[in-house]
C-alpha cells in the first residue's frame, strides 16, 4: 500500500512539474538570425621575415644545476648481440646434463 501510494505521488508529482516547466517555453515559432561579419578575406601581400632566434652581442654565462645525465658515469659499453649469443651457446654446452634416462 505504501508504495504504490509513493509511486502514484511520485508520478503526480513530476507530471506537474512537467506542466509547470513546459510554461516557460513559448509555443511560438522564432526565426534563426545568424550574425553576419564585416570582415571578409582579401588577398595581401605577404610579411616580411622574422628571425625566431636569440641573438645576443657577447658571451653569456649562467648559475645553476646541471643535469645529471650531463655529469653523470658513463654507461658501460654495450656487448655486441653475436657475442651474448655465443657466451650463452657455451654456457648451455657446459651445463649438466641428466643422468638418468627413462624408458618404457
Do not use: Y
Not at 501510494?5 to 510554461?23: D, H, I, K, P, R
Not at 653475436?82 to 648451455?92: E, I, K, M, P, T
Amino acid at each position: 500500500m505504501k508504495t504504490t501510494l509513493f509511486a502514484s505521488l511520485l508520478l503526480c508529482g513530476t507530471a506537474a512539474f512537467g506542466q509547470a516547466a513546459g510554461n516557460a517555453f513559448s509555443s511560438e515559432p522564432q526565426p534563426i538570425q545568424m550574425q553576419s561579419h564585416q570582415q571578409h578575406a582579401s588577398q595581401q601581400f605577404m610579411q616580411a621575415d622574422q628571425s625566431l632566434l636569440f641573438t645576443s652581442n657577447g658571451n653569456s654565462s649562467d648559475r645553476g644545476e646541471r643535469p645529471l645525465w650531463e655529469v653523470g658515469a658513463k654507461p658501460p659499453a654495450e656487448i655486441p648481440l653475436g657475442d651474448v649469443a655465443r657466451s650463452l651457446r657455451n654456457q648451455h654446452a657446459n651445463a649438466r646434463k641428466a643422468i638418468k634416462v627413462l624408458e618404457k
